[in-house]
């Protein structure tokens, strides 16, 4: 003897077969995720290109010895 459940969430006052409403829901959700996903990626892809700009525009804006071993850091 096996055990049915309903199918979708059912609640009560709800009408049976609104399954395509759900559907279109979830759709909707999930466009909503992954327009956000697109503009968010486009903004940090701005934001970096901005970013090389600045540094190829900023020469000036190197500084030695920020990231490489000193002498003092140097193996003997």
Known sequence: MS???P???ATA???PGN???EVKLQN???QIV???IRQAV???SRESRQREGRARDNPG???PGVGELTKKHEKK
Do not use: D, I, L, W
Request: avoid cysteine.
């Open 13 to 15: 006052g709800e009408k």
């Open 61 to 63: 804006s190197f500084q």
């Open 42 to 44: 486009r903004q940090v």
């Open 34 to 36: 992954q327009n956000a």
């Open 19 to 21: 399954e395509p409403e």
């Open 28 to 30: 909707a959700s999930k």
């Open 3 to 5: 055990v049915q459940y």
């Open 7 to 9: 199918r979708g969430r």
